[in-house]
Structure formats: structure tokens, C-alpha cells
């Protein structure tokens, strides 16, 4: 099956520091993937939608100069997540979904973020 | 806009079975999807429904009403490895067929 990774899978930062977090899809071209956000016993929330070699465009409510979102090629987007502050702790989680197959978003393992 | 609606939390018996149920609103239906996602993890693939009927996938069936905008999760045989949350999302082509969850269903299943 399509595989998805994130990474790191946890983080811990200084408020006010950065943060990179990778989500790949290894065995699949993923022309669009999607970013969630995750708070405590709370659903999903899409954050963003990014599509490769185009700007990511984002839900209501989510600062994209914040939120920076990169999808340079078909197996990997980027979410930089600035200035960060003890607000952004949550769990990041991607999805992708595939050329040949719109059927189905695949979900990596997710990234947990400690802002301190 | 969408509206997607299922219970907080359900508890249920080893053994047993438990229907979690999901009604939803969209203007542009392209498909609902269950997903189990347990605690730190991310979700996971179970079932996906876009014509009206029950699809049966072992111990785990989905059923759909387009016309209710109804959808149940039915999980029979429970186990205590089944004690997780349970997301229904619903795709829409008018939204690039995006998935939008509900907030989740959390099952617990006691011995």
C-alpha cells in the first residue's frame, strides 16, 4: 500500500524558534497533499491543501506567513511552522493523495509539537 | 459548507457490537470514509462509501443513505484493541474533492 512519512515524528522548541516538519510519500507521486492540525480529544482540522510546484492554499482562520508551506516535487511537502509559540503545540499530520488514484488520501504517523 | 455530525464518546462490551452513526450536510457528496485513529496516531483507512448500501469489510461494515445524509460504522466482535476514535469525513467535489472530518467518535471498550 502507499506509504506516507513524516519527520521528525516529534519535536520539542523554544517559543519564538521554527520549525521544519517533512511529510513524504515514498512509494507514490503525490500531487496534492494536505496539512491537519490536531488539538487533544479534538478532530481534524485541514490547515491546507498544497498541490506540486503551486501555492498552497489555505482553510479560514490559518496564517499561511505563518504556517509555510512548500511542495517542490511529487514526494515531498514542507510545513515551517515560525516563530512558534506554546499556542502551536498540537499534532501535525499530512496526507496525500496520488496521480492515479483520487480515490484515497494516505495519512503519515503524524508530528507532535512542543512549544515551551 | 459542510456539517458533519457524530456522537462525543461511546462505550460498549468486549464482544459486543456498537453502530457509531454520522449524518452529514454538503453541497457536493463525492464519498464518505471511515477512519480509526488511536490515541498519538495517525488515522487510518477502514471503509469508504459513495453509493447507498452497506459495504462489509470483516468484522468492520459501513453503511450509507445519501438521500438521509446518514452513515453508520457497525463493529461487530468487539475487542479491547477496538477502544479508539472513529472519524467520519466526507469528500466534496466541490471543494477539489477535499476530506472534511467530523470531530470524531471515541469508543471505549470495557471487558
Known amino acids: 500500500g502507499a506509504v506516507v512519512s513524516q519527520h521528525p515524528s516529534w519535536v520539542i522548541c523554544k517559543s519564538g524558534t521554527s520549525v521544519k516538519i517533512e511529510c513524504r510519500s515514498l512509494d507514490f507521486q503525490a500531487t496534492t497533499m494536505f496539512w491537519y492540525r490536531q488539538f487533544p480529544k479534538q478532530s481534524l482540522m485541514l490547515m491546507a491543501t498544497?498541490?506540486?510546484?503551486?501555492?498552497?492554499?489555505?482553510e479560514q482562520g490559518v496564517e499561511k506567513d505563518k504556517f509555510l508551506i512548500n511542495h517542490a516535487s511529487l514526494t515531498l511537502s514542507t510545513l515551517t511552522v515560525t516563530s512558534a509559540h506554546p499556542e502551536d503545540s498540537s499534532f501535525y499530520i499530512c496526507?496525500?493523495?496520488?496521480?492515479?488514484?483520487?480515490?484515497?488520501?494516505?495519512f503519515g504517523p503524524g508530528t507532535r509539537l512542543t512549544v515551551t | 459548507g459542510q456539517n458533519i455530525d457524530q456522537p462525543t464518546e461511546m462505550t460498549a462490551t468486549e464482544g459486543a457490537i456498537v453502530q457509531i452513526n454520522c449524518t452529514y450536510q454538503t453541497s457536493g457528496f463525492n464519498g464518505l470514509f471511515w477512519y480509526q485513529q488511536h490515541a498519538g496516531e495517525a488515522p487510518t483507512f477502514l471503509s469508504y462509501?459513495?453509493?447507498?448500501g452497506l459495504e462489509e469489510k470483516g468484522r468492520f461494515s459501513s453503511f450509507l443513505s445519501r438521500s438521509k445524509g446518514y452513515s453508520y460504522l457497525l463493529l461487530k466482535e468487539l475487542q479491547m484493541k477496538d477502544s479508539a476514535s472513529y472519524l467520519c469525513a466526507v469528500r466534496d467535489n466541490n471543494a477539489g474533492n477535499m476530506l472534511t472530518f467530523g470531530g470524531g467518535t471515541r469508543l471505549m471498550v470495557k471487558p
Open positions: 496526507s496525500a493523495r496520488g496521480t492515479a488514484n483520487t480515490y484515497e488520501q494516505y
Open positions: 498544497s498541490n506540486e510546484g503551486s501555492k498552497a492554499t489555505y
Open positions: 462509501n459513495v453509493l447507498d
